[in-house]
Every structure is written in C-alpha cells, then in structure tokens.
C-alpha cells in the first residue's frame, strides 16, 4: 500500500485481493512524467509479490483519467542526452507492457480526459468503463512526437484500421465512439462508474483466478501487443529519438506558445 499521499501513483490492496491503483497527478489531468512512470512500475512490482492479487482498477485522481504525457517534461527532456531520453522510452514501454500482460484481469474506469499514453493505458486492460463525459484521442503526431510504443496494443484494442484513423489525426472522439470501435467496453454516467466497476470486478472474482491467468496468456499469444523483445527494443528506440528530433522541437514549441505548429497552413 502506499503509505505518502503525495505520492503520483497509489496503489491498496483489499482483503478480496482486489488491488486499486490511482494516478494521483490531478493538478496536471494524470499527466505522466518520469516520477509517474516510476510509481507506475513500483506499484507493479509490489503487487507482483502480493499472492493474494486478483483484480487490479486502475483510475484517475479528480477530472480526469490520464491525460498523456506532460509536454512540459518531455521538452525537458527532448534537451537532456540521448540515453536520458532511452531510458524514459523504455520505462514508459515497460509500463504498458507489464499492465498488458499483467496474469491477473485489469479494469480502466475512464473519466474525462484520456489521451495520448493514456490511450495505451486502456488498450493493454482486459476491460475499459468509460464515463458519458470521457474524452480520447491519440495526439502524439500533433507535437511531432510519435506513440510507437503503445501502438501494439491499441492495434489489438481497436484494430488497424481505426489505428490509421486516429493515431494520424489526432481527433478526439467521445465514449460512446470509444465503445463503438473497440477501445471501451461500457459507457455508464459518471456517477454511476464505481458501480459499474464494482459489477465487473464481482463477475471476475467469481471465476477461478488460474483458469483466467491462463486465458489472457493465451489471447495474449496472438496479440500485437505480446511482441519479442527485438521488436520492443526497436520501438523504444524510435520513441526515444523522435523526442529528439526537429519535428519534436516545433511540435512542443508550438504547444508552449500556443500556436499552430509550421508544418500546417490553415485554408485560404
């Protein structure tokens, strides 16, 4: 269990064996950045020594769910050496990577704000609740950034062709497009999201918890998101060094200044 508040990830463990993890940045919509991602990872490694561990919910602290990554923290970052920049590419890949492939079942309960990394988040859980007033999009290419890494498992969430959709526009779309195409499972009123995830969670404790190990590995088997480590290295790579390129550069200037980015020129 976490014991600081402050901390920007919590995590507790019930006597069910259910396990609650919060992204607890809400001054910053759950923006991840390099504390994040270590929590994140923390918390995976805490809750892979607990024996009791069925069901893990993953949710937002405030407004929204997960809004990404902190653009602020990536600018920072896009400036520091190109192994800083490797090694947050990998912790964020390994970050959805273990939640993928986590051998207990996952539950997203979605509200507001999803974007960027956070649509990856969802991707790799076995079961999304959306809010009526949650809110995706895969917007990395707008600030020239690219989510190679998460793409593997929004392939496998939504398919390939809403992938070409959406991971080039950078479009938002709402919770019941999410449902339509793949990404959430249910969409129930926010107020009625907690009851919603506790039905879930209820439905999964009544199963046996090895037959469902051995169901998600299998499913997993045949899933983009189970890729070899040669590929994972290769995706890392790519998400490292495009931080760090030219593009990048006038994608986030833009962000900070708030502007149009150079590469787009509004109609006549």
Known sequence: MTIDPSSPILWRLDARGVATVTFNRPEVNNAYNGEFLAGVLGAMDALGKEASLRVVILRGAGKHFQAGADLKWIRALAGRTAEDNLAASRDTANAVRRLNELPVPTVALVQGACFGGGTGIVAACDVVIAAENAVFS???????????IILP???????????????????????????????AHEV????????AGARTVEQLLQNAPVANAQTKAVALECAWGRMSDETF??????????????????????????????????PA
Request: net charge positive; glycine share 8%; aromatic share 8%.
């Open 138 to 148: 895969i917007a990395e290419t707008r600030w020239g950034l690219m989510g190679g």
């Open 188 to 195: 129930v009123p926010l107020a009625e999201l907690d009851a």
């Open 233 to 266: 290295a290769r995706l890392v790579a790519q998400h490292a060094a495009k931080r760090q390129s030219a593009e990048a550069s006038e994608g986030l200037a833009s962000f900070a200044e708030k502007r149009p980015a150079n590469w787009y020129r509004p």
């Open 153 to 183: 498992q929004l392939v496998d969430a939504i398919g390939v062709r809403q992938v070409r959709r959406y991971a080039q526009t950078g479009e938002r779309f709402d919770a019941r497009q999410a449902r339509d195409i793949g990404l």
